[in-house]
């Protein structure tokens, strides 16, 4: 799509090359593995579906100055906006088929600056094996904006949803949960006494999440609701509840907290509630029968990610958040909103 007709003239950008040949310098050679790609070369691209099953498909924007800083490393912004996408596939219990990125580019973006994302890029689509399908490129007046679109498969109807938790179920979540919220903390500066270690552990579950896509597809069939965790705990929770019609309680001591989370805000009820109300965990919060437990062990196995039981469906809404003594504990701001 052309700019404001006639008002708009393409400018010769100093530092980085023209649209076509950004195209085929920078993006082609990471459509290379997928042969609907075409190189980047065409109007569309086509994929197709192994026999049997559906398409799965989501999206998130990433924006300069809401989700990340001018001066952060261009290759971890690429992998954080690609990885937040294929989170959202992993909690479907989806298998990655490609993805679509769409770029809006303010005059500051440099080749540099262009080769470090598609640098980050490359790293992650080995690591997850995936390939970039198509996009879109646009100079914006604006802040620098990264939309990446993820396309996943799953056999038919077996996408796992939000809805479907039943009364009697237990509930889960994988990894640890509040690292990043502790990591964004340290990074804006906040005066602690962590070792190293610990430090550069949660700055980098905030900069770098880890898409549970292995463990994620050994869920189907198992899970009876599922989503990926980016809002915070008890929010996101509180979309299965809703759309589940069930009541979800959760008990504050069995959140999965890192020892390094721990060092830095302590152990206890408030640092359970506190980092059941940070975002950007990207963890899968699910629920199952109990009696699917030794299934489930199996399945953590084979991925190699661990889950952690934190609570039961019941009858009712809402999402209750308990103490050792099996008290409400309140949480003023359950998650992340944006507006
Ligand atoms: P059109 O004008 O037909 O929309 P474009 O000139 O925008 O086509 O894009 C040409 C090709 O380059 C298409 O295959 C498109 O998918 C791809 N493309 C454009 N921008 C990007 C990008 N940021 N990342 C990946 N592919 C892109
Ligand atoms: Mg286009």
């Known amino acids: 799509v052309t700019g404001v007709a006639g008002r708009m003239t393409p400018k010769d950008h100093p530092n980085r090359p023209g649209e076509f040949a950004m195209i085929a310098q920078i993006f082609a050679p990471l459509s290379g593995s997928a ?16 026999t049997g099953h559906d398409m799965v498909v989501t999206t998130d924007v990433l ?43 303010p005059d500051w973006v440099d080749t540099g600056w262009l080769e470090g994302f598609a640098n980050g890029l490359r790293v992650d689509q080995d690591e997850f094996g995936i390939a970039l399908l198509g996009g879109d490129t646009t100079s914006t007046p604006g802040p620098l904006t990264i939309g990446i679109t993820a396309l996943g498969s799953v056999r038919r109807g077996g996408m796992l949803r939000r809805a479907g938790a039943e009364v009697g179920d237990r509930v889960f979540v994988t990894g640890t ?45 198992l899970a009876t609701a599922s989503l990926d965790v ?80 934190i609570g039961r469906v019941e009858e009712g809404s809402g999402v209750s958040l308990l103490d050792p003594d099996g008290n409400a504990v309140a949480v003023d701001k359950p998650g992340f909103t944006h507006f």
């Open 230 to 309: 980016s809002d915070g705990l008890i929010a996101d929770l509180g979309h299965i509840s809703d759309v589940s019609g069930v009541r979800i309680v959760v008990e504050a001591s069995n959140i999965p907290l890192s020892p390094a989370l721990a060092a830095l805000w302590g152990n206890g009820t408030g640092t359970a509630a506190r980092a059941a109300s940070a975002g950007d965990d990207y963890e899968i919060a699910f629920t199952a029968p109990e009696s699917l437990l030794q299934t489930l062990n199996a399945a953590s196995q084979e991925s190699g990610v661990v889950f952690t039981e």
């Open 35 to 50: 042969p609907g790609a075409f190189g980047l070369s065409d109007d569309a691209a086509s994929c197709t579906l192994p």
């Open 63 to 105: 924006v300069e100055g809401v989700h990340f800083l001018r001066d952060d490393l261009a290759e971890l912004i690429a992998r954080k906006s690609l990885r937040v996408n294929l989170s959202d596939l992993a909690a479907k219990g989806a298998d990655t088929v490609g993805y679509l990125l769409t770029l809006s580019l």
């Open 177 to 221: 949960i509040g690292d990043a919220g502790g990591g964004l903390e340290i990074l804006q500066g906040s005066e602690d006494s962590l070792s190293e270690a610990d430090r550069d552990f949660l700055v980098s579950r905030y900069l770098l999440p880890q898409p549970r896509l292995g463990f994620g597809t050994l869920l189907k069939g």
